[in-house]
């Protein structure tokens, strides 16, 4: 079988330009991310220290170790001889350039002792799974929020094969892990999805030395999937898995860890009050969802509330990465009233306090008043509100009202 051409990835570029300025990076995410793939790219020394027989000179006398090697160096499942960490400390703090020491692995083991040695010596570089513009090889311009803070409809093209709502769900089905999303089939990537949601649920905890009832642990993860994009309430999760409240915040705590569970803070501004501060939950790849739950394209379409959460996830799996690795300065939020009035899927603030807002609907025919909620936003904060879009999954982006579009999700990657 032939290797797999190299996919780029919104990484390589960040990467690059940190590693020019810093001695040391750990590239951090879900596990089968692409991780070392491009980390690879970025080394003339690989150590894969999951291996015994390289791993044993690291045992024995790390510093002298990395010391023998050409630089930049990998090294790759460093958890694996926690000790390591040490050594690469010393030898930043020794000094002599940038561009040195690339880790990848488990983030995991930052969680199971008392100190992280790393700390002010080696940063922390996020990276998702694979989104649609990469697949794509869409790469070269501006990210979508940029786009849409210069509130010009002509910013936003069509790919040339747009998806219908079938197509949006087989690309969310398809997910973001490169082994399954680009070389199987789609039977072959349920059983490669449900034999990656075993790991998770079985030997993840136990590397985190988590004493942890997998039976329950897999109740709350679908509870998580069957809620994700949503402002459940913790007793209606945690009920759904027969635990009490304490078990449900360790298991919370613990699939954050993991990095397949992200909460979406909740925005609020001095001028806006009643807001409500609840995270929202999302699983951080739409692949996991319908793992847990054993989907495919008919069971998707057959539940209208499950079809706009994976819409909702999809989407947000596709912006994530494009904020963590790109120039592009924001954060991101939700935003939803106490009285529930107001809702808003998705608000990122850039720098300087602007902001662009997001309604996400499964819908092909979006209307003006599927943007009544963003309109309220830019009437609350005037200049401060640069933009808003209704993303559906309609053919043609148009315009809705003053400085807010309707545009289709596929010029997210378009």
């Not at 919104?10 to 001695?23: C, D, M, N, S, V």
């Not at 513009?133 to 509130?151: K, V």
Request: hydrophobic share 45%; aromatic share 6%.
């Amino acid at each position: 079988m032939s290797a797999r051409p190299y996919v780029p990835r919104l990484a390589e570029a960040r990467l690059e330009q940190l590693f020019a300025g810093l001695p040391a990076l750990s590239i951090v995410g879900p596990r089968a991310t692409g991780k070392t793939t491009i980390a690879r790219r970025l080394s003339r020394s690989i150590v894969a220290l999951d291996d015994p027989v390289e791993a044993r000179a690291f045992e024995a006398d790390a510093d002298a170790a990395l010391a023998a090697l050409p630089e930049p160096i990998l090294l790759d499942e460093w958890q694996a001889v926690p000790g390591v960490l040490g050594a690469v400390k010393r030898a930043v703090d020794r000094g002599s350039g940038a561009g040195r020491f690339l880790l990848t692995g488990s983030v995991r083991a930052k969680f199971t002792g008392t100190t992280w040695p790393g700390t002010g010596r080696v940063l922390d570089v996020h990276m998702y799974g694979l989104t649609v513009r990469e697949i794509a090889g869409q790469l070269p311009g501006e990210p979508f929020l940029s786009r849409l803070a210069h509130a010009d409809i002509d910013a936003f093209t069509m790919p040339a094969d747009p998806p219908d709502l079938l197509g949006y769900i087989e690309l969310a089905l398809r997910g973001g892990f490169p082994d399954a999303a680009l070389d199987l089939s789609s039977d072959t990537r349920r059983a490669w999805l449900s034999g990656y949601l075993d790991q998770l649920l079985t030997r993840d905890p136990e590397t985190l030395q988590e004493d942890r009832d997998p039976h329950r642990l897999r109740l709350y993860f679908e509870a998580l999937a069957l809620n994700t994009a949503g402002l459940a309430q913790s007793k209606t999760l945690y009920d759904a898995a027969h635990i009490d409240h304490k078990t449900a915040t360790a298991y919370e705590r613990l699939f954050t860890n993991l990095l397949v569970l992200d909460i979406l803070p909740a925005w609020s501004t001095n001028r806006l009050s009643r807001m409500t501060r609840t995270g929202k939950r999302y699983l951080v790849d739409t692949s996991l969802v319908a793992a847990a739950l054993d989907l495919d394209e008919r069971a998707v379409l057959r539940d209208g509330d499950l079809l706009g959460r994976m819409i909702d996830t999809f989407v947000l799996a596709q912006i994530r990465p494009e904020v963590a690795l790109t120039s592009l300065r924001s954060r991101l939020y939700h935003l939803r009233s106490r009285d529930a009035r107001h809702e808003i899927d998705l608000i990122a603030e850039l720098s300087g306090g602007d902001v662009v807002a997001i309604e996400i609907k499964s819908s092909a025919a979006p209307q003006r008043g599927d943007a009544r909620h963003l309109e309220w936003l830019r009437d609350q904060l005037g200049e401060r509100f640069l933009a808003g879009a209704v993303l559906h999954t309609g053919p043609r982006p148009f315009g809705l009202a003053e400085r807010i579009f309707a545009l289709p999700i596929c010029t997210l990657w378009g």
